[in-house]
């Protein structure tokens, strides 16, 4: 299986990240593969050391006039019959040629960007489905989701983040977004006052977050952590992980807390939702509601059992439906399906 993959975010984000364990889910199952993205430093060294082949090129906009020849001439070099766009960028500078274009949606992008597109591919059953109700036809909108691993680390020590011994600690992950509702944790935590979090995650609202923290009074028990490349280490440390995103058409995070074994609390936000079955699995709150949020928290600390009920249950979620191995079979059978080998 050949393969090239277009990439032109220049940020870190859950796309971001997913992009670089899914080129090593490919490397790992024996596929050749090759890339063309934006000049990051982090993923450069990542792909680096997975051996993929990488170009950088600057993905710019209106007037940019390289990238698209140089994703055409490497995936011919290549001998590519397949090219997978990830994002709006990306697809709107990958040309047609001798080989099917393929573009992974894990958000409601403008569609208009993949036209004359071989495929799209959602990461919930729900973008697949609006695919075909913005005009995609059916046949060719498909859905795989992602998958979620165990990750190599150990518990991060509390005191390397001034954070006590013996108190809750919750965790948040994610982009420091508005759609991220990071301000809804911390107005939870105005109502817990023994309990610690931290953040991991960097992003436009940074400097609105902590002066919110600071107004709130939680600012002592938060810990802005940044963008972290350690999230199995996170996962292992807390005591929960609270995800109350506005809007979320995913959330990779939850299956990651599944796959680490932490319980999760997030919002009925489409993508938790659907992944959540509440009270089994994880636990739903509606959105932007710091109460519930706070009443849930308190609940499961007060309850072990509960928590290790649904670390089980989430992991047994992954290993049902979000293995590496699963999902890698689903994009393979997808690649045959358009020309790959």
Not at 157 to 163: D, E, K, L, S, V
């Amino acid at each position: 299986m050949k393969l090239v993959h277009t990439l032109g975010a220049s940020g870190d984000g859950g796309a971001e990240t997913y992009f670089t364990e899914l080129v090593g889910a490919f490397a790992r199952a024996g596929f050749q593969q090759a890339a063309v993205i934006r000049p990051h430093a982090g993923r450069e060294a990542a792909l680096k050391a997975l051996g993929v082949e990488t170009r950088l090129e600057l993905f710019s906009k209106p007037f940019d006039f390289a990238t698209a020849p140089a994703i055409e001439k490497m995936t011919r070099a290549f001998g590519a019959k397949v090219v997978l766009a990830w994002m709006n960028r990306a697809a709107s500078r990958t040309p047609p040629g001798p080989y099917a274009r393929i573009g992974r949606l894990g958000g409601y992008y403008k569609l208009k960007n993949y036209r004359d597109f071989n495929a799209l591919v959602g990461n919930t059953q729900d973008i697949a489905d609006w695919m075909v109700r913005e005009g995609w036809a059916k046949a060719h909108a498909h859905y795989i989701p992602n998958f979620a691993a165990e990750g190599e680390g150990a518990p991060i020590p509390r005191a390397h983040f001034a954070t006590p011994e013996g108190v809750p600690l919750l965790l948040g992950m994610g982009r420091l977004h508005e759609s991220k509702a990071h301000d809804v944790s911390l107005r939870a935590l105005t109502l817990l006052p023994d309990a610690y979090l931290w953040i991991a995650g960097s992003g436009p609202e940074e400097d609105k977050l902590k002066a919110l923290a600071e107004d709130l009074g939680v600012a002592p028990r938060v810990r802005f952590l940044g963008w972290r490349t350690d999230a199995p280490s996170l996962y292992r440390s807390a005591d929960l992980c609270v995800f109350p995103s506005r809007f979320e058409p995913l959330g990779n995070v939850v299956i990651q807390a599944w796959a680490h074994g932490l319980p999760v609390i997030a919002a009925n936000a489409a993508g938790p939702a659907s992944l959540i079955r509440d009270g089994e699995d994880g636990a739903l709150i509606p959105i932007d509601n710091a109460e519930a949020l706070a009443d849930k928290v308190r609940a499961l600390l007060a309850d072990p059992a509960l928590r290790r009920s649904f670390a089980a249950a989430g992991r047994a979620r992954v290993a049902a439906d979000f293995s590496e191995a699963a999902v890698v079979a689903q994009w393979r059978a997808l690649f045959s399906r358009y020309g790959g080998e």
